[in-house]
């Protein structure tokens, strides 16, 4: 285990870069850019409002597990797709094939905090304000950290030798 972590802190510049360039590239030619990551969920929150809100009367939890879905579901998926994406780097240079899915599915983490932003805004316009018990949502933010790696690790490597199961998992 000890040399796992020496070798990802010896690989730690080209993670860093592998995150930037994942957000950089979800939304390149796009005019808003990474707003979109404050917008999306924004307009996920009128709609659901809209459909559910009338019957259910509770948007900001509906969007709260909506935007933990989306996390997942948008973390493993590119996860999956990573090895076989990087596959001409990998074969040209000795790079740790752990850092791809890894660096997938932190940028995917990264775009979910922003989203946070916009679910405490909407929040507290709809009158659900903080307490102290909201610092517990760390604990399952963290989990749900820890299954998309773990998920993530797994399907990347399932996709290595099954490419159907990128279409699978979509399902």
């Known amino acids: 285990m000890g040399t796992k972590i020496k070798e990802f802190r010896q690989y730690n510049n080209l993670f860093t870069e592998l995150v930037r ?14 707003v979109w990551s404050m917008i999306e969920p924004l307009l996920t929150m009128i709609v659901l409002t809209l459909v559910f809100g009338t019957l259910l009367g509770f948007p900001v939890y509906i969007l709260t597990g909506r935007l933990m879905y989306t996390l997942f579901s948008q973390s493993t998926t590119s996860a999956l797709k990573s090895i076989r994406q990087n ?52 604990v399952p933010l963290l989990n749900l950290f820890l299954l998309s790696i773990g998920a993530g690790m797994i399907l990347a490597t399932i996709g290595v030798y099954f490419r159907d199961m990128e279409y699978l998992w979509n399902v």
């Open 21 to 34: 360039k994942g957000i950089k590239l979800k939304y390149r030619r796009s005019y808003l850019g990474i």
């Open 87 to 138: 596959e001409a780097m990998i074969k040209k240079v000795y790079v740790p094939k752990y850092l791809y899915p890894l660096a997938n599915i932190c940028f995917n983490y990264i775009l979910f905090l922003i989203s946070l932003v916009v679910l405490a805004v909407v929040a507290l316009v709809l009158g659900v304000f903080p307490t102290w018990r909201t610092l517990l949502a760390i």
